[in-house]
């Protein structure tokens, strides 16, 4: 199709395809004529027949082209353009009617030079001059509805890449909210921990250098694989240990077979360091962090669990109260729209679950190699 589009884009092409249509309908039409005569007894032959109506088409071929530039040039609708068609149509009716009565008499039916060119031009107009007027009116009226249909595609592809680039903005957006966010909160770290324990704050300072790099390794990036993910919490979570020490166990069960699979860039860390602030902080004697992850068909399930004292307050007002949640939800929504889900709900025995559902997307061969 392609190429067939590249074909008719150029004259020649457009020009063949013209001939080759012209050509189907005096084919077709002739077997019309040729049968319809038969009928009435008037002997033509299925030669005659074709002839007749394959000089007619061909007369229409080398016509149109100039009724589709008047076409393009007063295009419909609006009133003065259907004045100006409705003159050329009859125009163009007649002109027809006189080119096809010169190349009858010329070339066709040379024998019949005994009818006058008067004679002849009236009987064929009598005959084909409605005839000429419905196909001029389909050509022009045709051209436009195309025109219409294309402006309409134009328009639709315009719309669907304007909501993909702002899609795209708003995601970039969230994703630098993202980094501040979490760079304030590590340094908050770092802080307490300078005068308390220095060589644990450099060991800090080394590991949040790396974790930053890995971050914004992946700032232009959509989706990323879950492995990457898996690499960014570690260290992440590396950081938190130096702070919290035993006080924060963390199990992180996440299959080697779906570690390909693509995600949104930080989607682990903002919601551990929910677990981690909720649950593990809040706590004397710290908490446990269970990350799991677990594929059912083509969707992928990450959940997140803490043993903390759970929600204090409802689940819409959790997903809106804080950065790291919100901002999660808000880029699966953009990200998958609704073929993606972000639950909150209490975990036997107290604490919260944060459950993530999406679509299952993998890396290409060569990207994972």
Not at 285 to 297: F, K, L, P, T, V
Request: glycine fraction near 6%; aromatic fraction near 10%.
């Amino acid at each position: 199709m392609e190429r067939l589009a590249r074909v008719l884009a150029t004259w020649p092409g457009r020009v063949a395809a013209w001939f080759v249509v012209c050509t189907a309908a005096g084919l077709f039409f002739g077997t019309q004529l040729y049968y319809s005569t038969a009928a009435w007894g008037q002997g033509a032959t299925l030669e005659w027949a074709i002839t007749v109506r394959l000089w007619a088409w061909y007369e229409w071929g080398l016509l149109l082209p100039v009724v589709f530039w008047l076409g393009r040039r007063f295009p419909l609708p609006g009133a003065r353009s259907a004045l100006v068609h409705l003159v050329f149509s009859v125009l163009f009716a007649w002109a027809q009617i006189a080119l096809n009565t010169w190349t009858h008499l010329t070339f066709v039916a040379p024998e019949e030079m005994g009818y006058s060119f008067r004679g002849y031009f009236r009987s064929l107009l009598l005959f084909a001059f409605h005839r000429n007027l419905l196909i001029y009116w389909t050509m022009v009226v045709g051209q436009w509805v195309w025109r219409t249909l294309q402006e309409l595609h134009r328009q639709r592809v315009a719309a669907a890449e304007l909501r993909t680039q702002l899609t795209q903005a708003r995601l970039d957006a969230l994703r630098l909210q993202l980094h501040p966010h979490f760079l304030f909160n590590t340094l908050n770290a770092i802080q307490a921990l300078v005068r308390r324990d220095p060589g644990a704050a450099e060991r800090v300072v080394a590991d949040l250098s790396e974790l930053l790099r890995l971050t914004l390794d992946d700032v232009d990036e959509s989706l990323v694989p879950l492995a990457r993910e898996v690499e960014i919490l570690d260290r992440y979570v590396a950081i938190q240990q130096v702070r919290f020490g035993d006080r924060l166990r963390v199990d992180l069960d996440v299959p080697e077979d779906l570690r390909a699979l693509l995600v949104p860039p930080m989607l682990l860390q903002p919601v551990v360091e929910n677990a981690i602030r909720h649950g593990t902080a809040s706590r004397y004697d710290g908490g446990q962090i269970s990350i799991r992850a677990r594929r059912a068909g083509d969707r992928l399930r990450v959940i997140v669990e803490d043993d903390g004292p759970g929600l204090d307050v409802p689940v819409d007002v959790a997903l809106r109260k804080g950065i790291g949640l919100s901002n999660t939800d808000e880029r699966l929504q953009r990200t998958y729209g609704e073929r993606q889900k972000l639950t909150l709900e209490p975990r036997e025995g107290g604490g919260l679950r944060v459950i993530v559902e999406m679509p299952v997307d993998e890396v290409p061969e060569e990207e994972s190699a």
